[in-house]
């Protein structure tokens, strides 16, 4: 699809970083635009919600789909791929932590 131009993700649950630097690094991206819930997001026992040690440069975007719930908390997982000529969307289950994309 003529390569990867920007990555935003939408997840409750994150590692440090490491899952989303791996994803960055793998398609040749250097930042991440990370959906920042109004009204938080589900909690996780101890789980980070943010990268907050990830190495690429990660920006704070609201995501207006994921804000259509109302006053729900956040436990949509959504990554978005856009690329030149379109984009992948990917969404289910998987968190954006190494646990849930190593095998991706």
Not at 26 to 42: A, M, Y
Not at 47 to 52: D, Y
Not at 85 to 91: I, K, P, Y
Request: with cysteine; net charge neutral.
């Amino acid at each position: 699809m003529g390569g990867a131009e920007r990555i935003v993700v939408g997840s409750p649950f994150w590692d440090n970083g490491e899952a989303i630097d791996s994803l960055c690094e793998s398609v040749g991206l250097d930042q991440v635009f990370v959906h920042v819930h109004p009204h938080g997001c589900v909690h996780g026992g101890g789980v980070p919600n943010w990268p907050r040690r990830s190495k690429t440069s990660v920006h704070a975007v609201e995501v207006a789909i994921l804000e259509a719930e109302g006053a729900r908390r956040l436990h949509a997982k959504v990554f978005e791929i856009q690329c030149k000529r379109g984009r992948v969307v990917l969404s289910g289950s998987a968190n954006a932590t190494t646990a849930a994309l190593a095998d991706c």
